[in-house]
């Protein structure tokens, strides 16, 4: 009986050192989270005079959004990244962690679209939630930055999802931009997912991975169809995890990156745990509302021509957005200049899984342009 004594009183210390750890560790990131964008400093510690390092919680077409915008010099061209998803904007301290960010060249904006991300807000209709207006909020912020950075024209780089509201954007005013840049070209998305099933199938097979082909089979193959079991988007979802079980974005988040997350101070402690405390089905309706039209996405069709130069960055095991399909619709386009990067064993996050060839394309190629 002592002995039982004794353990439970060692448990109870031991859970006890336990919440006071937790407690401290998130005193210390709630100090180092004023929500104010970590600024750009020169050796001495002194801001950089024509740097710029903020975000701001904006109306875009009578909706909110928010933007990051950050570079050292505000002189350098602007870039104005749009997300993928859909629904699912990368926190600016990713790319500054991950060694893939554009700051030091451009003054970049990073642009949360309407109900995603920390643009979310629950007084936004799901009505509203529509790849035209995410296309007509996107023209919009584009008008804003050339006239408050006093620019002709800007850059636009999109990320899976975020490839085709770009090239929307710049099929509806080419005279915005410079140059248009895709990572993750999402063609003909109809096409892909059934490229993409088969791919996870042919793996699941492969490695005899039973629980992956029951689901495969239970979904069955694309186009996707309402049943008992499951919706569209579920069915998309469970395809998604399967592949990224065999084609897994490479993201080395050690202690340090995570680490260097949660200190970062351009979020608030409550903006650092949303993803925690919050679904997907609750606080990101852009991914669900907007999944459907993602997979019947077809630039093929729509967009044949480009009035601006025109950069693809693709991995060659890309499942997401099938790089053969990419490849078909970039051999097809009409543009004043097409370039094509294929990145060697990159997945559908080639800029994360390397930085230095994502960099260099820029500084040698887009730039000197």
């Given at each position: 009986m002592?002995?039982?004594?004794?353990i439970?009183k060692w448990?109870l210390?031991?859970?006890g050192?336990?919440?006071?750890?937790i407690?401290v560790?998130?005193?210390?990131?709630?100090?180092?989270?004023?929500?104010?964008?970590?600024?750009?400093?020169?050796?001495?510690?002194?801001?950089?005079?024509n740097?710029?390092?903020?975000h701001e919680d904006?109306?875009?077409?009578?909706?909110?959004?928010?933007?990051t915008?950050?570079?050292?010099?505000?002189?350098n061209?602007?870039?104005?990244?749009?997300?993928?998803?859909?629904?699912?904007?990368?926190l600016?301290?990713?790319?500054?962690?991950?060694g893939v960010?554009?700051e030091?060249?451009?003054?970049?904006?990073?642009?949360?679209?309407?109900?995603?991300?920390?643009?979310?807000n629950?007084s936004i209709?799901?009505?509203?939630i529509?790849?035209?207006?995410i296309?007509d909020?996107?023209?919009q912020?584009?008008?804003?930055?050339t006239?408050?950075?006093?620019?002709?024209k800007i850059?636009?780089?999109?990320?899976s999802?975020?490839t085709?509201?770009?090239a929307?954007m710049?099929?509806?005013?080419?005279?915005?931009?410079?140059a248009?840049?895709?990572?993750?070209?999402?063609?003909?998305?109809s096409?892909s997912?059934?490229?993409?099933?088969?791919?996870?199938m042919?793996e699941a097979?492969?490695?005899?991975?039973?629980l992956?082909?029951?689901q495969?089979?239970?979904?069955g193959?694309?186009?996707?169809?309402?049943?008992?079991?499951?919706?569209?988007t579920e069915?998309?979802?469970?395809?998604?995890?399967?592949?990224?079980?065999?084609?897994?974005?490479?993201?080395?988040?050690?202690?340090?990156?995570?680490?260097?997350?949660?200190?970062?101070?351009?979020?608030?402690?409550?903006?650092?745990?949303?993803d925690?405390?919050?679904?997907?089905?609750?606080?990101?309706?852009?991914?669900?509302?907007?999944q459907?039209?993602?997979?019947?996405?077809?630039?093929?069709?729509?967009?044949?021509?480009?009035?601006?130069?025109v950069?693809?960055?693709q991995?060659?095991n890309?499942h997401?957005?099938?790089?053969?399909v990419?490849?078909?619709?970039?051999?097809?386009?009409v543009?004043?200049?097409?370039k094509?990067f294929?990145?060697?064993?990159g997945?559908?996050?080639?800029?994360i899984e390397y930085?230095e060839?994502?960099r260099?394309?820029?500084?040698?190629?887009?730039?000197?342009?």
């Amino acid at each position: 009986m002592k002995i039982v004594k004794k353990i439970g009183k060692w448990i109870l210390i031991l859970l006890g050192a336990i919440v006071m750890l937790i407690l401290v560790v998130l005193l210390i990131i709630r100090i180092n989270s004023y929500g104010e964008e970590e600024p750009f400093l020169d050796e001495k510690g002194d801001v950089l005079p024509n740097s710029i390092a903020m975000h701001e919680d904006m109306t875009i077409n009578g909706v909110p959004q928010r933007i990051t915008i950050r570079g050292k010099d505000k002189n350098n061209p602007v870039l104005l990244i749009v997300h993928g998803g859909p629904g699912a904007p990368i926190l600016p301290v990713i790319y500054k962690l991950a060694g893939v960010d554009l700051e030091d060249l451009f003054t970049v904006c990073y642009w949360d679209q309407r109900g995603s991300g920390l643009a979310y807000n629950d007084s936004i209709p799901d009505s509203s939630i529509t790849l035209n207006h995410i296309v007509d909020d996107g023209l919009q912020l584009s008008e804003h930055l050339t006239k408050t950075f006093k620019k002709d024209k800007i850059y636009i780089e999109g990320l899976s999802w975020g490839t085709a509201v770009a090239a929307y954007m710049v099929q509806k005013q080419p005279e915005l931009y410079y140059a248009y840049i895709g990572s993750g070209l999402m063609a003909n998305q109809s096409l892909s997912e059934e490229l993409s099933y088969d791919f996870a199938m042919s793996e699941a097979e492969k490695y005899n991975d039973t629980l992956s082909i029951t689901q495969l089979k239970q979904i069955g193959r694309p186009p996707y169809v309402e049943n008992s079991k499951n919706s569209v988007t579920e069915a998309f979802e469970i395809e998604r995890q399967i592949v990224m079980k065999y084609a897994p974005i490479k993201l080395e988040t050690d202690f340090n990156f995570i680490k260097s997350m949660f200190l970062d101070n351009g979020l608030t402690f409550s903006e650092k745990f949303t993803d925690m405390l919050n679904s997907p089905e609750s606080y990101y309706p852009a991914a669900m509302i907007l999944q459907p039209t993602a997979i019947d996405m077809n630039l093929m069709r729509d967009i044949p021509e480009f009035k601006v130069p025109v950069y693809i960055l693709q991995g060659d095991n890309d499942h997401f957005t099938e790089t053969s399909v990419a490849k078909t619709y970039f051999d097809s386009i009409v543009a004043p200049s097409k370039k094509w990067f294929l990145f060697e064993n990159g997945t559908h996050g080639v800029q994360i899984e390397y930085p230095e060839k994502y960099r260099s394309i820029y500084i040698n190629e887009i730039l000197k342009k």
